[in-house]
């Protein structure tokens, strides 16, 4: 092997995969690749010593190239030293007392105190040169804005974004594609948005892992009172356990098992000394400092057997490999498929259906293929798509490939569309998963949106497929004639024109009166007169009824569907008033039904309790819940669904 050109490849792939993944949020890699590539660097550069100035052994993080401020760190921000040798922990930390803390997967951040108010938070960047987010960082869901201290307080943490939470954002984004891929990537874009209110809504959250300075105050030497310090302060700390060589390794092996209980990201535990002077006077490298590693888990693998790739079409017109083995237990759960990501990694991996394969969950959650023993490479790269058999391309973005569909009429795109168009804040069709839709779509039983509402004269067909019986077939047809049942507002929206979303679509049903015919007539300098209405999204309303396919589609469904035009019309009546909505509903099938019908006329939905707001709402106006008890303290009147119903009703409020 040469080992100077090996080198070369090995940092071009790195520095890429860590642009992507910094810059970019998007993964090209797992990260157990990058670490295998990156351990087989720096054996290379001791072997060989050559070390490349763009090597990333050399550098920390990646440069900063977004459009927000830059300031320099007031003492450089580290990456530390790795390991999955938890015995090797065992002389790390000697005779001394540790603290070992999960490693939080997020986005660092280093936030400055100035006579108790936070003036300056920045992200770790290249560890030099930070971006300046503080604004962001103010609206941190726990974060404290002053404290009790008043001299000049240095701390870094992490900000991250809960599974919970980020499961929550995912499921308000109907387009599956669209949607984002971890917590990490969701946390990064968040905290380094441009406009604080995007970030606000995300709800992001920060846990404070060490203290740089605290003007004034003497902690006794330790690391764990600067972490209690800094409690008392009002900070999240991170979840820590003292730690010595007696109880290290079994302290692990607690941790490890309530990884999979935890509701935020994390990819492995960090050791520090807690003494502080001591950790100090070991210094550091060019790279890590030496008073603190970090501990990865060794992630359990097991060797099964390829039998098929599978290749997904999206609506983006993007070919996905899927690789299916034989079964296995990973980290409790039974385990038969992996995406494999992208074509490159095909190819890098050398797949070939029988070829032994080993797998394993990346930070204990998202199966991944580790290697392949065989490498037979004899996987076929399809040559049509899987779906209409149309022509494919191989296309290639910064040496990354992918597979993609070239027919615009592809019904793997429009499965997507049709997925959009019985969502429940579109038509609201339950029943219709992608997979059925897809289904469907296959065999010629839906061609376009009207043919919804005629799923009747395919009974026999339907109720004989994988999955349907009799039972799901009536139910099925049942949401649909409720479905057909709509708003003007519902219909625009499921149409899928491109920039009219739910509150757009509400703006412009408004400005026709409820008319459907006057909406697919607008002119584009008609659209640029309603507030909220930009030229671009003008543009493309214009276009898409200006198309006569889209034209007799449309009309197609006006046919089968009884238009509620006066709904958009009622006034509005509850302007200027906001709504909270909490406990179960009889009447409306979901809070987000009910909030539709308070929006239509004029009143606003929060999800909090304020001063602000108008009315609770709760069919159990007696209920001891956090948010009856906050309405009773300030003075805000509890109603019944029934009361907000006869309200809409009658288009007044009338007590």
């Known amino acids: 092997m040469d080992k100077q050109k090996r080198i070369k490849e090995l940092v071009a792939k790195l520095n890429e995969a860590a642009f992507s993944y910094y810059q970019k949020s998007e993964e090209i890699m797992s990260n157990l690749q990058y670490d295998e590539l990156y351990d087989e660097l720096l054996q290379l550069e001791k072997e060989t010593g050559t070390v490349l100035s763009s090597s990333p052994t050399q550098k920390v993080g990646y440069e900063v190239l977004s459009e927000l401020p830059k300031e320099v760190h007031s003492s450089p921000m580290l990456s530390l030293d790795k390991t999955k040798d938890r015995e090797g922990l065992v002389s790390w930390l000697g005779d001394k007392k540790g603290i070992l803390s999960w490693k939080l997967d997020g986005l660092t951040i280093a936030l400055t105190y100035e006579k108790g108010v936070l003036v300056k938070a920045l992200t770790r960047g290249n560890g030099t040169v930070g971006e300046v987010v503080t604004n962001n960082a103010k609206v941190f869901s726990n974060i404290p804005l002053t404290i009790s201290h008043k001299g000049k307080v240095v701390l870094r943490g992490e900000a991250i974004i809960t599974y919970s939470q980020f499961k929550r954002i995912n499921e308000a984004i109907e387009d599956v594609e669209s949607r984002y891929k971890n917590p990490r990537n969701l946390c990064s874009g968040s905290v380094r948005q441009l406009d604080p209110r995007v970030t606000k809504s995300r709800n992001v959250r920060f846990f404070a892992f ?75 490298t060019s790279k890590f400092p030496r008073d603190s590693i970090a501990f990865k888990w060794e992630d359990q693998r097991e060797e ?41 990694m095909v190819q890098e991996l050398k797949l070939g259906i029988g070829d032994k394969i080993s797998v394993y969950k990346a930070n204990m959650i998202i199966p991944q293929i580790a290697e392949n023993m065989t490498k ?93 019986g009799k039972k799901s077939f009536d139910n099925l047809i049942l949401s649909a004639e409720r479905a057909a049942h709509t708003t003007p507002q519902r219909l625009l929206y499921s149409l899928g024109i491109s920039g009219i979303g739910s509150s757009n679509a509400k703006v412009i049903t408004e400005h026709c009166k409820g008319s459907f015919c006057k909406v697919m ?95 609770l709402i709760n069919n159990d106006v007696h209920s001891a819940s956090g948010k009856n008890k906050k309405a009773l303290e300030l003075g805000v009147e509890i109603i019944d669904e029934a009361t907000i119903t006869r309200w809409i009703s009658q288009g007044e409020v009338r007590k």
């Open 304 to 344: 099964t057997v390829l039998r098929e790739v599978k290749w997904s079409a999206s609506r983006t017109g993007l070919i996905n490999p899927i690789a299916v083995f034989d079964s296995v237990e990973l980290e409790g759960t039974t385990v038969s498929r992996a995406s494999v990501h992208n074509l490159s």
């Open 521 to 615: 007539n607008l002119t584009f300098e008609e659209l640029t007169e309603i507030n909220g209405i930009g030229q671009v999204m003008a543009n493309s309303f214009v276009e898409y009824f200006k198309n006569e396919d889209n034209r007799q589609k449309v009309k197609a469904l006006l046919e089968v569907l009884d238009i509620d035009e006066t709904e958009d019309i009622k006034g509005d009546f509850l302007r200027g008033i906001t709504f909270v909505i909490t406990g179960s509903l009889t009447g409306y099938e979901n809070r987000g039904e009910l909030k539709a019908a308070i929006e239509s006329a004029g009143g606003k939905v929060s999800g909090s309790v304020s001063a602000k707001t108008g009315y």
């Open 376 to 468: 037979s490479d004899s996987i076929e790269i399809p040559k049509v798509c899987p779906v209409c058999q149309g022509k494919v391309v191989i296309a290639e973005d910064n040496g990354v490939k992918t597979l993609r569909c070239t027919n615009p009429e592809c019904p793997a795109k429009h499965v997507k569309s049709f997925a959009l168009f019985v969502s429940r804040d579109a038509m609201n069709i339950d029943g219709l998963s992608e997979a059925t839709l897809e289904k469907f779509i296959s065999r010629g039983i839906i061609k376009e949106f009207a043919d919804l509402f005629k799923l009747k004269e395919h009974e026999d067909e339907i109720v004989s497929m994988e999955g349907f």
């Open 210 to 284: 060490s203290l740089v300075e605290a003007e004034g105050e003497n902690f006794d030497n330790s690391r764990e009172r600067q972490l209690i310090w800094l409690k008392n302060q009002g900070f999240d700390v991170v979840e820590y356990v003292s730690v010595s060589d007696e109880n290290i390794v079994r302290t692990i092996s607690d941790l490890e098992k309530k990884v999979a209980d935890n509701d935020f990201p994390s990819d492995g535990l960090v050791l520090l000394y807690d003494d502080i002077n001591y950790g100090k006077n070991l210094g550091r």
